[in-house]
């Protein structure tokens, strides 16, 4: 089976936001049906410099959905427009991406 990405903001369903759709703020749901669901790639299009991404951006946040069989994804890695989870087993889980900014940032 595959991982189903969902969408939720700021656009809704499986296409993810594309570079148009300004927002600082990746919400989806990640649904893994199978052991054998390693990964899944959210792509969020925040054009992310290499500095931010060796200092921690963007913050991921991430929440069960629903009973789990094994632990909660983790952050695999960053790249400037996705972020990569690894999962590791069956079960569903909300996924915030956040793009901090402030005003000295």
């Known amino acids: 089976m595959a991982v189903m990405i969902n969408y ?15 927002s600082n703020l990746i919400i ?10 390693t ?12 500095s931010d991404i060796s ?21 695999l890695s960053e790249n400037p427009n996705f972020t990569v989870l690894g999962l590791q087993g069956i079960g569903s889980w909300k996924v915030f991406v956040d793009r901090v900014h402030s005003i000295t940032r």
């Not at 939720?8 to 300004?22: I, M, S, W």
């Not at 951006?57 to 009973?67: C, G, T, V, Y």
């Open 8 to 22: 939720l903001y700021p656009v809704a369903g499986g296409v993810p936001p594309n570079p148009n759709e300004e």
């Open 28 to 37: 989806a749901t990640v649904t893994a049906s199978a052991g054998t669901d």
């Open 39 to 50: 990964s899944a790639a959210l792509t969020h299009f925040f054009a992310l410099p290499a």
């Open 55 to 75: 200092i921690g951006f963007p913050q991921i946040h991430i929440e069960n959905e629903a009973s789990q069989t094994i632990g909660a994804p983790f952050e």
